[in-house]
DNA sequence: TAGATTGTTAATCGATTAACAATC
DNA sequence: TAGATTGTTAATCGATTAACAATC
């Protein structure tokens, strides 16, 4: 696999990146330096340059980045530059909120379908979007060339739902299931575990004062 | 401040623990050794052991880790051995979602209340959880003994509803509006960006096979 | 050309892994 | 006691920052 050589920490940057010169150019700014970008965005300028350049050189001395063109090689670096498919799996209140969401179809991302197990969603549309049967599934996702599966069943579900959409051919799932997927190495697996977000919320906001600070073996 | 020189990088992996923890505790498991976990997990031992004496010896030589003591252990640096209440900033569907989700109550985030600026859902009751106008704010949080506000808002509306449950005594938030939040030092934010986690997930997809991979400045 | 700012190498810092003595 | 496994130190690895020569 040339699954390539850059490390996850820098792809996770990007995103950010994205975010924040879409904002600039938004705002009409035309060009941008390490430097002012750095103090945005609070990083340093060493880091963007380094992360950017993992791609190639998008700048020029003397001059900077042009925001424009950088922000256009990075979203093709993360693969907005061709449509994206997607299913929704659980129509709870949740995947609903997510089908919703219209981030998501204005980076390209477009949900093509919801499915759930419940009888009674089974035809219905949230936000304009058909709620299916599982038995569909498979039809479904060739029909309408589906890339990524999005799984937001209860967790006693995700595994046998995912398992299900790798059968049928996806290689990205983003699982917003309380729990890891167990998924062979070709599969991309991006986790939102909310629960887990809000954990860390709590254990920074409660600031582990009660942590005693000297050696733990004070044995005798 | 003593907001503790534990690394960020540990503290988001301990929610993670947390889970494995409760699911062996389900199980009936007793005791655990790192080895064992880190199979588990799919970590290796060493970061585990090395994880978890940041914070105290929890294990026993030759023993290994008692399962219902470890997991109640890191539930306290979690800070989930205190109740947790909050508020959701925003009734549109991911705040409805949020407020629905049975994973926080289970583990003592009780949502309080939802505050919405649209006449039309004050009043209503979403999953239970009464919507108050914005007006309410103040004296909700007060009464309420609030600790944690939820920014589900349009990414227009973030900053302000930031600055506001900021001015009222919060010093935790969790950021689901598509761009980051300014606030002071004491002010705790974690962020869930679900658009750049979806990007992230395309962009692992897509996989850059387009890099070139050779040295970038090939000039003449 | 002079000034600015990149691309990139080298230095530092932090995080992970390995190893092993301490000890249950 | 012997075996197992931790707690912890040392070695390695990777990521960040600093520095500067290349160059627009």
Same mark, same amino acid.
Request: charged share 25%; proline share 3%; aromatic share 8%.
């Given at each position: 696999?040339?699954?390539?050589?850059?490390?996850?920490?820098?792809?996770?940057?990007?995103?950010?990146?994205?975010?924040?010169?879409?904002?600039?150019?938004?705002?009409?700014?035309?060009?941008?330096?390490?430097?002012?970008?750095?103090?945005?965005?609070?990083?340093?300028?060493?880091?963007?340059?380094?992360?950017?350049?993992?791609?190639?050189?998008?700048?020029?001395?003397?001059?900077?980045?042009?925001?424009?063109?950088?922000?256009?090689?990075?979203g093709k670096i993360l693969g907005l530059d061709k449509?994206h498919?997607?299913?929704?799996?659980?129509?709870?209140?949740?995947?609903? %909120?997510?089908?919703?969401?219209?981030?998501?179809?204005?980076?390209? /991302?477009?949900?093509?379908?919801? /499915?759930?197990?419940?009888?009674?969603?089974?035809?219905? /549309?949230?936000?304009?979007?058909?709620?299916?049967?599982?038995?569909?599934?498979?039809?479904?996702?060739?029909?309408?060339?589906?890339?990524?599966?999005?799984?937001?069943?209860?967790?006693? %579900?995700?595994?046998?739902?995912?398992?299900?959409?790798?059968?049928?051919?996806?290689?990205?799932?983003?699982? /917003?299931?309380?729990?890891?997927?167990?998924?062979?190495?070709?599969?991309?697996?991006?986790?939102?575990?909310?629960?887990?977000?809000?954990?860390?919320?709590?254990?920074?906001?409660?600031?582990?004062?009660?942590?005693?600070?000297?050696?733990?073996?004070?044995?005798?």
């Amino acid at each position: 696999m040339d699954k390539s050589d850059i490390s996850k920490t820098v792809i996770s940057r990007l995103p950010r990146y994205f975010r924040y010169l879409g904002d600039l150019k938004d705002k009409g700014t035309e060009r941008i330096s390490s430097g002012e970008l750095s103090q945005l965005m609070n990083v340093t300028a060493s880091q963007i340059r380094q992360d950017l350049n993992n791609f190639g050189g998008f700048g020029q001395q003397g001059y900077g980045y042009n925001v424009d063109y950088l922000y256009t090689e990075i979203g093709k670096i993360l693969g907005l530059d061709k449509p994206h498919n997607l299913i929704i799996c659980g129509a709870g209140s949740l995947g609903t %909120a997510l089908a919703g969401n219209p981030d998501f179809i204005n980076r390209g /991302f477009k949900i093509k379908g919801m /499915f759930d197990v419940d009888p009674v969603k089974i035809g219905k /549309f949230l936000h304009g979007i058909e709620v299916h049967a599982n038995s569909e599934m498979d039809e479904f996702i060739k029909e309408n060339d589906i890339d990524i599966a999005v799984i937001a069943v209860p967790k006693e %579900a995700a595994q046998s739902v995912a398992d299900r959409v790798l059968e049928y051919g996806i290689r990205a799932v983003w699982n /917003f299931s309380n729990t890891d997927l167990d998924m062979p190495e070709n599969v991309i697996v991006e986790n939102v575990h909310l629960l887990d977000s809000l954990m860390r919320l709590s254990c920074d906001a409660v600031g582990y004062k009660n942590k005693s600070k000297g050696k733990a073996n004070g044995k005798g």
